[in-house]
């Protein structure tokens, strides 16, 4: 059974930084990554680790945004650096394994100004 379980998530003020965490369980991939959905909009790519072992990053958080990804834990982190309230949003961590997108059950990301 494939289980995306992220965490970090919470509460931080405008110019901060978190560190969110997806330990995949079930299922061996390099095609991982984050994406994001905030109230109203659609969810969008955030940060995508390719299986070429590329990195993809939205316009919206280059430079303040780092997907790394721990091989032996199986884990897919993403730092957020100078955090904007317009970050705020439910980031889900994805999974790209034998023609399926998994995904994780959020983590709720809430910047205040």
């Known amino acids: 059974q494939v289980q995306l379980v992220e965490s970090g998530g919470g509460l931080v003020q405008a110019g901060g930084s978190l560190r969110l965490s997806c330990a995949a369980s079930?299922?061996?991939?390099?095609?991982m990554g984050w994406y994001r959905q905030a109230p109203g909009k659609q969810r969008e790519l955030v940060a995508f680790?390719?299986?070429?072992?590329?990195?993809n990053y939205a316009d919206s958080v280059k430079g303040r945004a780092t997907i790394s990804r721990d091989n032996a834990e199986n884990t897919v982190y993403l730092q957020m650096n100078s955090l904007k309230p317009e970050d705020t949003a439910v980031y889900y961590c994805?999974?790209?394994?034998?023609?399926?997108?998994?995904w994780g059950q959020g983590t709720q990301v809430t910047v205040t100004s």
């Open positions: 994805a999974a790209n394994y034998n023609r399926r997108t998994y």
């Open positions: 079930g299922i061996m991939t390099n095609a």
């Open positions: 680790l390719t299986t070429g072992g590329n990195t």
